[in-house]
């Protein structure tokens, strides 16, 4: 199993944007899925989005397309979510995530989970 460990989250205006990071320790990781989801209390995991490192190719969960980016920053050796145009409605509690197949599904795709990093937005 993967080592995931998240860091960025913060609390930021709503319009305005964030940066999340996630480092990650294991064998498997260079030609790896990875991904993001993210709760909020009683509701259940939200696919967020995943890039697959291997084919370069990203997938992200409707609601936000068009604001959020997944990237690899090589020179960091970590997956980033780029968080544009933030909304109310974004805040969450996020997990970086190793999947186990694509394309990516649900929760149920997931192999590895990390802590998690909260992402609050206000107005």
């Known amino acids: 199993q993967v080592q995931l460990v998240e860091s960025g989250g913060g609390l930021v205006q709503a319009g305005g944007s964030l940066r999340l990071s996630c480092a990650a320790s294991?064998?498997?990781?260079?030609?790896?899925?990875m991904g993001w989801f993210r709760q909020v209390p009683g509701k259940q995991r939200e696919f967020v989005g995943a890039?697959?490192?291997?084919?370069?190719?990203?997938s992200y969960g409707d609601s936000v397309k068009g604001r959020f980016i997944i990237f690899v920053d090589n020179a960091k050796n970590t997956v980033e979510l780029q968080m544009d145009s933030l909304k109310i409605e974004d805040t969450a509690l996020y997990y970086c995530?190793?999947?186990?197949?694509?394309?990516?599904?649900?929760?149920?795709?997931?192999?590895?989970w990390g802590q998690g990093t909260q992402v609050t937005v206000s107005s």
């Open positions: 995530v190793k999947l186990r197949y694509w394309p990516p599904r649900n929760a149920d795709d997931v192999e590895s």
């Open positions: 294991g064998r498997t990781f260079g030609n790896s899925a």
């Open positions: 890039i697959w490192r291997g084919a370069g190719i990203t």
